[in-house]
């Protein structure tokens, strides 16, 4: 990166220790729905699981997309819908299908 002095491995592990901290951000906040993120960032928890498969992957390790959002939710993403997930409001679907069509 350009304007830094870090080497390639301490650039890694400072990348790694900014993705634990959004995950423990995202879990401290269950409230902010994925159709939000989607809605104000592009992304989602459901897309961090498809780049974490897909980093998995690109090293030739075998992780399954429900294993991927397991390490993203922090749980079996079906106990996390079933314990946070709560019902899309008509404005936030409305939002998501402008930004998405």
């Not at 304007?3 to 301490?10: L, P, S």
């Not at 159709?35 to 390790?61: T, V």
Request: glycine fraction near 4%; aromatic fraction near 10%.
């Amino acid at each position: 990166m350009p304007g830094t002095d870090t080497d390639k491995q301490t650039q890694t592990e400072l990348e790694a220790a900014a993705f634990r901290q959004l995950l423990a951000h995202l879990d401290e906040r269950k409230d902010v729905q994925n159709i939000d993120l989607m809605n104000l960032a592009g992304f989602c928890r459901n897309c961090l699981s498809k780049w974490y498969r897909a980093a998995a992957e690109d090293r030739g390790i075998d992780i399954d997309y429900e294993s991927a959002r397991e390490r993203v939710y922090g749980m079996p993403y079906s106990d996390w819908k079933d314990r946070y997930q709560t019902e899309a409001s008509d404005q936030q679907k409305a939002t998501f299908d402008k930004q998405n069509h």
